[in-house]
């Protein structure tokens, strides 16, 4: 990409590393932030930069907040004895945003998968299982239906079933295969409505 | 959006921002962002901050670029008698890409567009103007095959013809309505072997 100036072409080069945006797309990135006022260029650069520095895991849920412990988990007006497992903070939001769940989550960060060498270890699980000690009522499994998510669902609930505590699984309104960030609210509710117990 | 902390909140906010990006994209992004080794995310500010602050006009053809004059602009061995005017850097990349045009270039920045309010004071045509003085044999007008780019190819060769300077438009083999840069390198070739005088 000799035909841009070297900062040019290191930035679009920046751009298309990230996922989802293709050359065309870095290209037009970069010339859109090439035409932004600098002072707002900056402010985008420090957003980056400080969201990377500031996060952590929520020491009791484990999902990505800026704080030793997520608003959700500090909200002492949500049901703590009812834990939903998901795979990512992605996904967490997804069920946030219907806005009807008031129970508190577990963020595993991934899935086991035999295929890409992640066991049960490389998850984080035994958080989950430490939660266990505690007051819960109810493991709510909402892994993706993805076979990953169904492998990590099967292995949770076996774990979990020995201690009597209930453990559920959302319903399989979630279409086989898909993404659980990617499905709309009706489906999710319709979904954590006709959860079945494992 | 306060289901996530206020840092990847303001995060997702800034990416959507971006042309291109939905809100969705921006999600995505952001939590590939925040799982990012910190030195690589520090490394991506640090490539658009000082894209931002580097980049200039060329002093001759007013391309985007990090030097006082571009590259091609600098190059003996371009024909400097011969300047092709494109609205903008991404369309000279889009010639560049062909290797078969060895003229050099002068970026308009924009097209004129009575109905958006953009003049021909507001694109750099006296920049272009002032070029004729020297020796120009020929001025190529390769602004896109819409309606501001046919009316500023007017514009420009109304104004080019009384000085005798050969001026020339690239032919319509671009599809009408287009936008130069996502045409395919044998329909620019033909459109710049098919050019006709105006």
Redesign the interface.
């Known amino acids: 990409?000799?035909?841009?100036?070297?900062?040019?072409s290191?930035?679009i080069e920046?751009l298309s590393s990230?996922?989802?945006?293709g050359s065309?797309?870095a290209?037009?990135?970069?010339?859109?932030?090439?035409n932004?006022p600098?002072d707002r260029?900056?402010?985008?650069?420090?957003?980056?930069?400080?969201?990377?520095?500031?996060?952590r895991y929520c020491k009791t849920c484990c999902t990505?907040?800026?704080?030793e412990e997520?608003?959700?988990c500090r909200n002492p007006s949500r049901n703590h004895r009812m834990i939903m497992v998901v795979e990512?903070?992605?996904d967490?939001?997804a069920y946030?945003?219907t806005g009807k769940y008031d129970g508190v989550y577990h963020v595993l960060h991934g899935a086991i998968s035999p295929m890409l060498g992640i066991g049960p270890g490389d998850i984080r699980l035994k958080e989950l299982i430490k939660r266990l000690e505690g007051d819960v009522d109810e493991v709510i499994i909402a892994t993706n239906s993805s076979l990953e998510g169904e492998t990590t669902a099967m292995y949770i609930s076996k774990l979990i079933k020995p201690t009597g505590i209930r453990v559920s699984r959302i319903a399989s309104g979630v279409p086989v295969g898909g993404d659980l960030?990617?499905i709309d609210e009706v489906t999710l509710l319709r979904a954590l409505e006709g959860r079945v117990e494992l």
């Open positions: 990409m000799d035909y841009y100036s070297k900062q040019i290191k930035l920046e990230l996922p989802g945006i065309k797309s290209q037009r990135l970069a010339f859109h932030i090439l932004m600098e260029v900056e402010k985008l650069a420090d957003t980056i930069v400080d969201a990377r520095h500031n996060i990505l907040t800026d704080a997520c608003p959700i990512n903070t992605r967490l939001a946030e945003k960030e990617y």
